[in-house]
C-alpha cells in the first residue's frame, strides 16, 4: 500500500502520453474504446487490446478503496518499525542474504547498490515474494482509476504501461495480478517503472517481477541505481542515497524503516 502513496503522488506515467488521450467519466465502455485505441497508437497490438479488455467491467472495491486512502502516517517511526521488522523478517533475510549471495555479489557490481538495502526492500514489499502480492486484475484496476477523473492522467498512463507489459511478451495476461493501485510482482513496481526500469538479469528474454527474483533484485537496483544511490555511501535520513531512496517511496518514515532493516540484516 506504500507504493500506492508513491503513485499517486510522485509516479511520471512512463507508458507515453498521447494528445489524444481518452476522456474520463462517462459511459465505460466509451472510455474503454477510447483507450484501446490510444494503446494501438503507441504501439500496443489488436490482439493485446482485445483479449485484455475483453468483457472488462469497473471494479466498485477499487474505488471504494481508492476514496478511503489518506496517504499520510499515523505512527511514529518506532511504532511503524516494530509492526514491519522482527526478528522473523531479519532471520528471514539474512538466510536470503546467504541463499542469494552470488546474485546479490552481480547486482552490487552492476547496478552499485548494497545487497541489504535490496533484501530489505524486498521483504518490507512482499515479505521477500512469500506474502501479499496482491490479488486483482491489474488492467481492470487500472481501467478503474483511468475512468475516475480524480487521477486519470496517472493512470491512463499506468494502464498503457501495463499494456505495453503484456505487449513486450514480460507477464501474460493471467499474471497480470497486483494491488490497489496495478502494484506488480514481489517489490511492487507500477506498471510504468516496470517499462522503465525492469531488468531482465536471469537472461530468459523477459522481465518477469512476479516470479523471477534475479529480474526482481536486479529491477529494484535498477531503479535506485538510476535515481542516484551510490554504493559505501551512508543511507541515513539527511544522506544523499536517503533522498536517492525517495524515488521508491517519498515518506520518511518507510525509507527510515528500510535502512533500519537493512542494518538489522547486516548486524548492525
Not at 158 to 167: D, F, G, P, S
Request: net charge neutral; with cysteine.
Amino acid at each position: 500500500m506504500l507504493r500506492y502513496a508513491l503513485a499517486v503522488a510522485s509516479i511520471v506515467c512512463l507508458a507515453g502520453g498521447s494528445a489524444e488521450a481518452a476522456r474520463c467519466g462517462g459511459d465505460f465502455n466509451s472510455f474503454v474504446a477510447g483507450m484501446t485505441a490510444e494503446a494501438q497508437g503507441a504501439g500496443v497490438s489488436a490482439g493485446v487490446t482485445s483479449a485484455a479488455f475483453g468483457g472488462i467491467t469497473q471494479d466498485g472495491a477499487v474505488l471504494a478503496f481508492d476514496r478511503r486512502q489518506r496517504y499520510t502516517f499515523n505512527k511514529s517511526f518506532e511504532q511503524y518499525v516494530s509492526t514491519r521488522v522482527g526478528p522473523g523478517r531479519i532471520n528471514g533475510g539474512r538466510a536470503l542474504l546467504q541463499r542469494h549471495a552470488a546474485l546479490l555479489s552481480r547486482i552490487e557490481q552492476q547496478f552499485g547498490v548494497p545487497r541489504q538495502i535490496l533484501v530489505a526492500i524486498w521483504g518490507l514489499e512482499s515479505d521477500f515474494g512469500k506474502g501479499d502480492m496482491g490479488k486483482l486484475p491489474v488492467i481492470r484496476t487500472l481501467a478503474t482509476l483511468a475512468h475516475d477523473c480524480r487521477r486519470t492522467e496517472l493512470f491512463q498512463g499506468e494502464l498503457l504501461a501495463a499494456l505495453k507489459i503484456v505487449q513486450r511478451g514480460d507477464l501474460p495476461l493471467r499474471d497480470l495480478i497486483g494491488a490497489y493501485a496495478g502494484e506488480i510482482g514481489q517489490t511492487q513496481f507500477l506498471p510504468s517503472s516496470y517499462i522503465k526500469y525492469g531488468v531482465d538479469f536471469d537472461g530468459d528474454g523477459h522481465v518477469d517481477l512476479r516470479h523471477s527474483v534475479a529480474d526482481v533484485l536486479a529491477s529494484t537496483a535498477n531503479l535506485l541505481h538510476t535515481s542516484g544511490f551510490k554504493m559505501g555511501q551512508p543511507y541515513d535520513e539527511g544522506s544523499a542515497n536517503f533522498d536517492a531512496m525517495r524515488e521508491w517511496n517519498r515518506a520518511v518514515i518507510y525509507r527510515k524503516t528500510i535502512g533500519y532493516f537493512a542494518d538489522r540484516l547486516v548486524g548492525q
